[in-house]
């Protein structure tokens, strides 16, 4: 049954929620875990879609998984290397990191091009790059990827990416971690997901040195155990409960738990740009009620750059600022799916070329939108918060891919939100 979120808005926000562990990491993590020869304990696993289809697929690779709370438990022991079945591994795309884990732990991998969010092309090549440097053969047949190694398995290299990827950086990082000699990934990503996958990489044996960093280095082990794990928190939630709370906050605030000041340099530097006031502390972070918005450019560049990730849940704060904004993505410049949705709801936004305009302040009214994509759905929650009247979100499934009780918490903030079933007939997608 598909779903959607009903809002009414214009309520004003207070309160404390807290973050959850990063989509980004968990989605790379529970691949590496299956690299382990022993059971390896995630915690602070989000309770959200992608991580129930990656849960799914390793179980049906034999692994056993057990759950309790916001801890998983995932023994490898009996893990095979079988062909992923298409479907499910079509539903989000950091599927491909089977690629790097199963190749490394087997020396051959079957594995369905992935899906995910649509913004625009989403190549892997750099992917199948490494894979290739390592001395991986790699087939593309009939929409799945055919990954091979030699009677000598995968070699370590020396690879120079033509982009900063994250995807290609940590696929990479997973092969070579089983190489045989030393890998070096340059111009790697240096996204903090990047240094979590490392630690768990480490914890488990592996020797990579410079996650983080540009510069990556591996030096090849034969086996990798299990250990326990605790996953970073996760800066996109963080930061859109950032852009929530400016948009909304009253009284004392809003205040964001568990969540990585370090990560998210970039994003609230804009934010303080725009006039929002922040208590910052170890770990968590006291947004003020804000009385004027400034207007902004924002450019997404890689970590630390602004993230491409949050320049869709920033939207919606933006259109309450005064003045003429911009907002150009270097990373996805395709990313534009929420701004006819925005439009629809009265927002004063267009695309231009390859940037999007912005002129503040705008007045929102509730209206019946559609979530294209997982960020797309973060900015049109956010903007049926603020708008008068009710906003009625289709096509929510992508915002549940990646925010754990997002409902949950918005409530206990204030809002008037709920999640429905959708009636017979009244959306098709
Ligand atoms: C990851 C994140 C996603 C985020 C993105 C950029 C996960 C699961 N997803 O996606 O939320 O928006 O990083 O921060 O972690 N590229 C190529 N060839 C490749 C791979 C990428 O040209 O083989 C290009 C892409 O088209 C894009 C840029 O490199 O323009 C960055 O993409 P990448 O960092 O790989 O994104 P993902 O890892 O897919």
Same mark, same amino acid.
């Given at each position: 049954m598909k779903k959607k979120i009903v809002i009414d808005g214009g309520k004003k926000l207070s309160g404390t929620i807290a973050i959850n562990g990063a989509k980004n990491s968990v989605v790379a993590l529970i691949p590496a875990a299956i690299m382990a020869n022993s059971p390896v304990t995630l915690e602070g696993v989000p309770d959200i879609s992608d991580v129930e289809s990656l849960t799914k697929i390793i179980e049906l690779m034999g692994a056993?998984?057990?759950?309790?709370?916001?801890?998983?438990?995932?023994?490898?022991t009996g893990v095979k290397s079988v062909p992923m079945p298409y479907g499910i591994i079509n539903s989000f795309r950091a599927s491909y990191y089977f690629m790097g884990a199963l190749v490394a732990k087997f020396g051959e991998s079957v594995v369905g091009l992935p899906g995910g969010c649509n913004l625009?092309?989403?190549?892997?090549d750099l992917h199948v790059k490494g894979f290739e440097a390592l001395g991986a053969q790699v087939d593309n047949n009939f929409g799945a990827m055919y990954l091979k190694t030699g009677e000598q398995g995968l070699q370590g290299t020396h690879i120079f990416m033509d982009n900063v990827s994250v995807g290609a950086t940590i696929n990479v990082m997973l092969a070579a971690v089983r190489a045989k000699g030393r890998?070096?990934?340059?111009?790697?990503?240096?996204?903090?997901?990047?240094?979590?996958?490392a630690t768990?990489?480490?914890?488990?044996?592996?020797? *990579? #040195?410079?996650? %983080?960093? /540009? +510069? *990556? #280095?591996?030096? %090849?082990? /034969? +086996?990798?155990?299990?250990?326990?794990?605790?996953?970073?928190?996760?800066r996109i939630e963080a930061g859109t409960y950032l852009a929530m709370a400016a948009a909304l906050g009253e009284g004392e605030g809003i205040t964001v738990e568990n969540v990585l000041y370090e990560h998210l340099e970039s994003y609230i530097a804009k934010l303080q740009e725009m006039g929002v006031e922040m208590t910052i502390r170890e770990d968590s972070i006291t947004v003020h009620p804000v009385k004027d918005l400034k207007m902004t450019k924002i450019v997404t560049y890689p970590y630390p750059g602004f993230a491409t990730d949050l320049q869709q849940p920033i939207t919606p704060l933006l259109l309450m600022a005064?003045?003429?904004?911009?907002l150009r993505d270097t990373i996805y410049e395709k990313r534009v799916n929420h701004v006819p949705e925005l439009a629809r709801m009265g927002g004063n936004i267009s695309v231009e070329g390859n940037r999007v305009i912005i002129q503040g302040p705008s007045k929102l009214q509730g209206a019946s939108v559609k979530a294209s994509d997982l960020r797309a759905g973060a900015a049109l929650v956010t903007a049926g918060l603020i708008a008068e009247g009710t906003t009625t979100v289709y096509d929510v499934e992508h915002v549940l891919r990646g925010y754990d009780k997002i409902i949950e918490k918005l409530t206990?903030?204030?809002?008037?939100?709920?999640?429905?079933?959708?009636?017979?007939g009244e959306y098709i997608g």
């Open positions: 056993k998984v057990e759950r309790q709370g916001d801890t998983m438990m995932i023994d490898p625009g092309p989403r190549p892997i890998t070096v990934i340059e111009n790697a990503a240096r996204e903090p997901e990047i240094i979590d996958v768990l990489l480490n914890n488990m044996g592996a020797k *990579i #040195r410079g996650a %983080g960093t /540009d +510069e *990556i #280095r591996i030096t %090849g082990v /034969d +086996e990798l155990h299990g250990t326990r794990h605790s996953v970073i928190p996760d005064n003045g003429v904004g911009e206990s903030l204030g809002a008037n939100i709920r999640l429905e079933d959708c009636e017979e």
